[in-house]
């Protein structure tokens, strides 16, 4: 029996580099560094679609939004969210909550949590409430400790709203 609950889960990383912008759950970040990136370079927005995509069954980000294509140069990742949502609610479905790990070691986003949580959740016409964001460090290890990357994952669970058949 199919089940009415789907989970899904998604993991993205961007490069970082000097005098480029920092783009994260949809707000921009104040920082000497932003993502190298086809797009916006918005991990945390990536990796949430991917685990919104995984869950309803529609393979990934790449699929629907490859980064070879003009049509998504520099292109702000909340319209591909927007997309994403469409998507998965004309496959009948709708989110229950999202759960996102945000992974750098500077500079503390703690205090804009509520504002992504708030852009989130418009973009995904759902309550700030079901979108749940925290951010670590990782000790100044790995790729991300030595400020070379942004590293995002992300949860994601969905609800059936049509009857099953
Ligand atoms: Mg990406």
Redesign the pocket.
Known sequence: MASPFRIGNGY?V?RLADGLELWLCGVKVPHSKGAV?HSD?D?AI?ALCDALLGAAGLRDIGCHFPDTSAEYKGIDSKILLKRTMSMVREKGYELGNADIVLCLQRPKVKDLIPAMQQCLARAMQTDADNIGIKATTTETLGFVGREEGVAAYAVSLLVKTEPRR
Do not use: V
Request: proline content about 0%; aromatic content about 0%; hydrophobic content about 35%.
């Open positions: 993205d961007h990136a370079g991990a990536h």
